[in-house]
């Protein structure tokens, strides 16, 4: 049964996401790291990636409380429609945005710089700059749809997405810094050949999951404080 509340702008606390997340990564390595590579394994299955990180988040959870958690809980399907959803619209979304690339692409290189033809370069630019600052939006503006629907349990998308773009309200930034610093950290790994990444990539996930169950607690809080505000009157 899922818990209603109000969705707010969430105070992102950048620092103590990374921190926790590397020291929950040094506590129990063995186990998160076998977590991920099932979670990689999933992601092999046509359409369940985003089930597959989703479904992690929630192994994290348990680890971080001391639940027992067992890798072979990544393998649950009871929120596969939900990310379905989402795969088609992003893919959707990601083939609008590029159709007018691969249109541009072949345009531009048979034009003749002699002929003084300028315009359509520019417009190539500046629709690649329209296409970042869009894949960047979404981004930032998601972040917290996986916390959403595998944390907080809610299947409707639509419902999902306002909240989401509510709780990221007046942090773009910071949530845009935090998703450069955790993606750069985990591809370090690529400089040991592609191998070190099984030892980098986990720190991204168990940082957004801290993101994400701070976010839901800030909201929880607000919960019981209202409760007992209306219980004194």
């Known amino acids: 049964m899922n818990v209603n509340f109000t969705a707010k702008p969430i105070n992102f606390k950048l620092g103590d996401y990374l921190n926790k997340g590397f020291e929950l990564l040094k ?19 046509p359409f369940c990636g985003y089930l597959a990180m989703g479904n992690f988040y929630k192994f994290l959870r348990n680890k971080s409380k001391g639940i027992p958690a067992s890798a072979g809980d990544i393998f649950n399907f009871d929120d596969f429609m939900p990310y379905f959803i989402i795969q088609l619209i992003l893919t959707a979304g990601i083939i609008a945005l590029y159709i007018p690339i691969i249109v541009m692409i ?7 710089p002699d002929m003084g033809r300028t315009g359509l370069p520019v417009f190539f630019y500046l629709y690649m700059m329209v296409f970042y600052v869009a894949l960047f939006f979404i981004i930032v503006k998601a972040f917290y749809l996986p916390a959403l629907i595998s944390l907080k349990g809610i299947k409707d998308i639509k419902t999902a997405w306002k ?50 169950e701070d976010a839901l607690q800030q909201i929880g809080h607000d919960e019981i404080a209202e409760i007992g505000t209306k219980g004194t009157f």
Do not use: R
Request: charged fraction near 5%.
């Open 27 to 45: 506590k129990d390595f063995g186990g998160i790291l076998g977590g991920f590579l099932v979670t990689m394994l999933m992601s092999f299955i």
């Open 106 to 112: 072949p345009t531009v290189s048979y034009m003749d």
């Open 163 to 212: 909240m989401s773009l509510v709780m990221t309200k007046n942090n773009f930034f910071n949530i845009l810094l935090f998703v450069i610093i955790a993606g750069i950290i985990g591809s370090l790994g690529i400089i040991a050949c592609g191998i070190g990444l099984i030892l980098t990539m986990p720190f991204a996930y168990v940082a957004n999951y801290f993101a994400y």
